[in-house]
């Protein structure tokens, strides 16, 4: 069973591989015929490179800290935010906060879960 996830795992960290550098491709050919990039286009190639530490790191690890999607995440809304520019009505605008708030959130517990001042530290084994 352990084989069988093994490979399960190694198979789908190879589509997502392949799909991200096939994304990143379409993307400068659409910048390239465009003749423009935009801050969408920035923060899009972003997220991909995220995407593609997101697979090195759990190649390495294998196991994904909860950082690298909180960054992805952060990223993917300041790309939504941008994309929506002053076309957004307010009920999106109360979702948008509250995606922030929830990411924001989830920072601060991580950094606090780290932190020495609170006493969760774990004590290392020697």
Do not use: C
Request: net charge positive; no cysteine.
């Amino acid at each position: 069973m352990e084989k069988i996830t093994k490979y399960l795992q190694l198979t789908l960290l190879s589509i997502i591989l392949l799909s991200t550098v096939i994304a990143v491709g379409i993307e400068i050919r659409t910048m390239f015929i465009n003749q423009s990039v935009t801050l969408a286009d920035l923060l899009l190639m972003f997220l991909y490179l995220e995407v593609l530490a997101m697979v090195r790191v759990f190649w390495d690890q294998q196991s994904i800290s909860i950082t690298l999607p909180l960054l992805i995440a952060i990223t993917a809304l300041a790309r939504f935010i941008i994309l929506q520019g002053k076309e957004m009505n307010p009920s999106g605008l109360v979702y948008e906060a509250v995606a922030i708030l929830l990411i924001a959130g989830a920072i601060v517990v991580l950094r606090l879960r780290h932190s020495e001042k609170l006493g969760l530290k774990k004590n290392k084994k020697r």
